[in-house]
């Protein structure tokens, strides 16, 4: 009996950890953005395609990024809580 508890002990632990990998993903990009100086978005240009996929993960500023930190982190734990696998699918 101690195994399947073992298990899901394990797998909730790894849950869990998904919107502090989704935070951390949001600070390398601001990082990246800032240290490379790349713009957010170019429009109507080829090399602005990248922006499209990080746009969801811009912030104006790190003081930006910090605030929306907890709000983020609070509102996906209780997301995860009541939906829990589908939490990837309620991002989008």
Request: charged content about 15%; cysteine-free.
């Amino acid at each position: 009996e101690t195994l399947p508890m073992k298990r899901l002990s394990r797998s909730s632990t790894d849950r869990y950890l998904l919107p502090l990998i989704l935070l951390a993903m949001m600070l390398a990009i601001h990082l990246l953005q800032w240290l490379l100086s790349l713009p957010v978005l170019i429009p109507r240009r080829i090399d602005g395609l990248p922006g499209i996929l990080t746009s969801s993960f811009m912030h104006a500023d790190l003081a930006h990024l910090a605030a929306n930190a907890i709000p983020f982190l609070v509102l996906s734990y209780l997301t995860l809580g009541v939906i829990g696998r589908r939490y990837l699918s309620a991002l989008a």
